[in-house]
């Protein structure tokens, strides 16, 4: 369903890359989870799928339709972003605008639709996020859980082939992760395939079919969760899950005390 080949990414600024020769494969309904140390180039990959940010070189291929970067234009960015969503780790929602109206609002722009057929749709989408008696109040009135999950509506609302999730969780307190996490694995349930950068390991082992391991703007690493989370053959990659692990338990530690 989505390649991508020989990808690299450098902000203007920088003299180095930060991706460099970037692979990547998404089956149809699959979800793969890109874990990695902060810096590693995670989120940067997903705004490149999206093209937020504009590869320097390297191709992607949706539904058979391949697109160079270096030759990409306006209706190319068009098709991709009508077909793959993003859920954004600080929720991106117009503060100014309901929750029903942050939904529509690219119903309305990407897909032309008109003010009424996308405000059903996004009713709908309230509906299945369990956020429909939230539909007339402002952001400001959400949690941060409620925000997010606003931002998955949203995301799914484009009936889209792919959701990308750049850390849905890092912003928000502990005890609203569990009502974000277990509405990603709703949206799992639907078949849509998914990328999702997170720092929750035992979430990306419970609902991945493939792990990919970054460090240095590089793939360093695929494989299942267990191949990659329990089993790694890579020391980086090792003393990452143990590092994580030990402080993991160092803060659970603090805790009962």
Do not use: W
């Amino acid at each position: 369903m989505l390649e991508i080949r020989d990808m690299e990414f450098s902000y203007e600024k920088e003299d180095s890359k930060t991706l460099k020769d970037i692979d990547l494969n998404v089956a149809k309904g699959e979800i793969i989870s890109i874990l990695g140390p902060s810096g590693a180039g995670k989120s940067t990959l997903l705004r490149c799928i999206n093209c937020m940010n504009v590869p320097k070189k390297g191709e992607i291929v949706l539904n058979e339709k391949t697109i160079l970067y270096d030759k990409i234009n306006k209706k190319d960015i068009h098709y991709l972003r009508k077909n793959i969503s993003m859920v954004f780790q600080h929720y991106s929602l117009f503060q100014n605008k309901t929750v029903i109206q942050n939904i529509a609002e690219g119903l309305k722009i990407v897909h032309k639709k008109s003010k009424h057929e996308a405000e059903e749709i996004a009713a709908e989408m309230l509906k299945q996020v369990g956020l429909e008696d939230k539909i007339y109040d402002y952001p400001n009135k959400l949690s941060g859980g409620q925000k997010q999950r606003v931002g998955i509506a949203r995301a799914l609302a484009i009936q889209p082939k792919l959701i990308l999730f750049d850390e849905p969780t890092s912003a928000l307190d502990s005890e609203l992760v569990g009502e974000v996490l277990e509405t990603i694995k709703q949206v799992a349930e639907k078949g849509i395939a998914m990328v999702i950068v997170t720092h929750e390991i035992s979430f990306a082992r419970e609902i991945s079919d493939e792990i990919i391991f970054m460090d240095k703007g590089r793939v360093v690493e695929k494989g299942t969760p267990s191949e990659i989370i329990e089993g790694s053959a890579i020391e980086r990659v090792n003393n990452f899950f143990k590092r994580t692990n030990n402080e993991k338990n160092k803060k659970l530690e603090e805790y009962v005390v």
